[in-house]
């Protein structure tokens, strides 16, 4: 290891911030081991406390219909594929019904960008689900949904923003931001929300007081300096408003129209996270990826920069759509964080930590559940 990363991760677990060109450089470091450590010693500052923590939802894909094409993505279906659906109500209930029994109290809701939903439709949802679930918080569409929603209804995007809230969306989950650079975006999607207006959805919904996540998945086409491109995007976004909750990244899962680009590994995933726990100094929380990385690299993360286990994960389409899958019981992920020497706590998507629920009487599974 050079002087020169040594110096740059002092700084960064001093508390200063590092530059774009000192991120950039912290990729030419093979050494995944100090990266891990400066990455830990950061989160430490951070969180000194001895927990770490976990949330239970579930992931309810309301429709696969989605008006755009992204080369990655094997679950997206068109409006007269044989595959297409919207759920019905009734299916909903149940989802939501059953990630109560396991003593969840919210729902990731995301779909595709259908193309003739209006935005009445996901108003009626959202009130709906609102009344029959008050205590349920709904973590509920991705910014390149929201941005589809503006531009299909005329509407504009605060407009947009303040009548879904008004309703009942409750957080904007960080999904569909890949890489926040537009060459990268324009090569691999087509007809989805580019840079700006994934950072103007959660601009204008910091605005209105509003709490996300961001997320980067990462290991296709971008460049390594493209991955610090964004991250810079997220930390100035970050500055201005304060409404990032947390950071996830996950990798790149080969197929589809993808298939030429092999998986990048553990190592990578370890190295970016840790990096990204160095660069976002002002994003409080990074959660790690068991669902691509499995268990046991999952909780290796703890100590290359996360905090947090993430979710219990009830049901995930997308990339099991893509072929992999790692599902983890509660007990799994609760072992997984005493083994690394932390106290488990469950927590709710603005990370308040919250008393764990029984589970109800009737025992439910979820690797059992659709």
Known sequence: MTNTIQ???SKAVEGQRITFDEGVALF???DLNALGRAAHAVTTRLHPEPYRTFNIDRNINYTNVCAAVCDFCAFYRKSNDAEAYVLPREELYQKI???IAL???QVLMQGGMHPSLK????????RDLKVRFP?????????PEIWHFHKLNKISLRETLERLKAAGLGSLPGGGGEILVDRVRKELTKNKALTEEWLEVNRVWHQLGGRSTCTMMFGHIETLAERIEHLDRLRSLQDETGGFTAFICWTMQPGHKMSDYPAVGSFEYLRTQAIARLYLDNIPNIQSSWVTQGAKIGQVALFYGANDMGSLMIEENVVASAGTVHYLTLEQIKNAIREAGYIPRQRNVFYEYIEEKPMAARTVNPLDLP
């Not at 935005?119 to 959202?126: A, G, K």
Request: aromatic share 10%; charged share 30%; proline share 3%.
């Open 97 to 99: 019904e059953e990630t």
């Open 103 to 105: 003593g969840g109290d």
């Open 135 to 143: 205590s349920v918080n709904l973590h509920a569409f991705s910014p």
């Open 28 to 30: 030419e470091c093979q």
């Open 7 to 9: 110096r740059i991760l």
């Open 119 to 126: 935005l009445e439709w996901y108003e009626d949802l959202l």
